[in-house]
């Protein structure tokens, strides 16, 4: 007799585009393996960047009312534990509706009601899944500190973190990435063209420094491009300091086709995000990274400390970096090419 395969996959997740695209990534590869017959449903927070990059993709989205509890405000804190009773609700409703064979928690605050849920619901019999987390960082998040003890195996992007489940089915399988992320040949060419962005929603600390920076480019703004993805709140600040310096500059507030601008990129300047660094490593560009430096638990300090001892990228401490100290990281890596080849993986 034969088994009936496991079809059914929720992704639950969400709220930066790194959990969110290592969710649509692990979709992808779901229906190759499993057949286009099979289904995904994601479920993920109203508000959050996943109303626009799951439909994108394809997939069904659910999405939950909820906040997240760490890092913020007592009265941010306070607000999420009130939405928590009807996230757990509605989140109770979908699975029982979808009945999932798989569930994987790809992080961010909506992982944990979802999660949580289904942990219940198979405890009471009510539901038969199997229960999988992915932990993207070097540092153990909020979220999955708490629903480790409830899930069936955990994947991994760092292989240190083994240590931490020893209880539990570990597998280091590195970031979930799109399959469109694949090496792409050197772009050691003229212009040298600088790729800035500071993940999905851009980051006001890197735009800052980047502005900072663009006086100093402007005796080698024939030899120099810059492709910069701001985000909506400081798009027109960052297109006016471009127009002032007289530098080429295609400024967006957010780029969908990220391929299409690595194979063109021969230098990355971004945050230090899991998902951020596993692609800049894929399609094999140098990069200069400029951490978050409110991350949870510091997380993204940790990542481009791991990748900068491994030689594979050049790291910039936000608080203590200026625009002439950025530019100079540039021009280094603009004359260097030896250097560009040196900082392209781990």
Same mark, same amino acid.
């Given at each position: 007799?034969k ?8 992704i639950?997740g ?12 692990? @979709? ?13 449903l994601? !479920? ?15 997939? =069904? ?7 997240t ?12 534990l009130?939405?928590l ?10 699975l029982l ?6 569930? !994987?928690?790809v992080?961010?605050?909506?992982s944990g009601?979802v ?11 009510l539901?038969?899944?199997? !229960? ?23 994947f991994l ?14 597998y ?10 694949v090496?792409m =040949?050197?772009?050691d ?5 600088v790729? !800035?962005?500071?993940?999905s ?21 024939h030899?120099?491009e ?7 709140a ?15 500059a295609?400024?967006e ?17 971004c ?6 660094l ?12 400029i ?8 997380h ?5 400390l @791991?990748?900068?001892? @491994?030689?594979a @990228? ?6 203590k970096?200026?625009?002439?100290e ?10 260097? =090419?030896?250097?560009r080849?040196r900082v392209?993986?781990?």
């Amino acid at each position: 007799m034969k088994t009936k395969p496991k079809s059914k996959l929720l992704i639950a997740g969400g709220g930066t585009g790194g959990h969110i695209l290592a969710g649509v990534a692990i @979709a992808d590869a779901w229906k190759a393996r499993i057949g286009s017959s099979s289904q995904v449903l994601f !479920i993920g927070a109203k508000r959050g960047l996943e109303e626009k990059l799951v439909p994108k993709a394809g997939y =069904p989205l659910v999405s939950l009312r909820i906040g997240t509890l760490n890092g913020v405000s007592l009265g941010r804190k306070l607000k999420t534990l009130f939405q928590l009773p009807w996230a757990f609700l509605v989140a109770v409703l979908h699975l029982l509706k979808f009945r999932p064979d798989c569930i !994987i928690g790809v992080g961010g605050y909506s992982s944990g009601p979802v999660v949580m849920s289904a942990a219940l619901l198979r405890w009471f019999h009510l539901l038969s899944t199997r !229960i999988s987390l992915l932990e993207q960082n070097s540092v153990l998040g909020l979220t999955n500190r708490i629903l480790a003890k409830r899930a069936d195996c955990i994947f991994l992007v760092f292989s240190e973190m083994a240590r931490l489940f020893p209880k539990k089915e570990v597998y280091v399988t590195g970031n979930p990435i799109r399959s469109s992320m694949v090496p792409m =040949p050197s772009a050691d060419r003229e212009p040298f063209v600088v790729f !800035i962005f500071g993940g999905s929603q851009g980051a006001r600390g890197i735009n800052q420094r980047v502005v900072e920076s663009l006086s100093y480019f402007k005796k080698n703004a024939h030899r120099i491009e810059f492709v910069h993805q701001t985000g909506e709140a400081d798009f027109e600040t960052v297109s006016q300091a471009y127009r002032e310096a007289g530098l080429r500059a295609r400024v967006e507030k957010f780029i969908f086709d990220m391929p299409e601008v690595y194979k063109k990129a021969s230098l990355v300047i971004c945050r230090a995000g899991s998902s951020t660094l596993a692609e800049i490593a894929a399609v094999g560009r140098a990069s200069i990274l400029i951490p978050l430096p409110t991350a949870a638990d510091q997380h993204q300090e940790k990542n481009a400390l @791991a990748y900068s001892e @491994a030689g594979a @990228a050049m790291v910039l401490n936000q608080l203590k970096t200026n625009g002439f100290e950025l530019a100079s990281q540039v021009f280094q890596t603009q004359g260097c =090419p030896g250097r560009r080849s040196r900082v392209t993986r781990p």
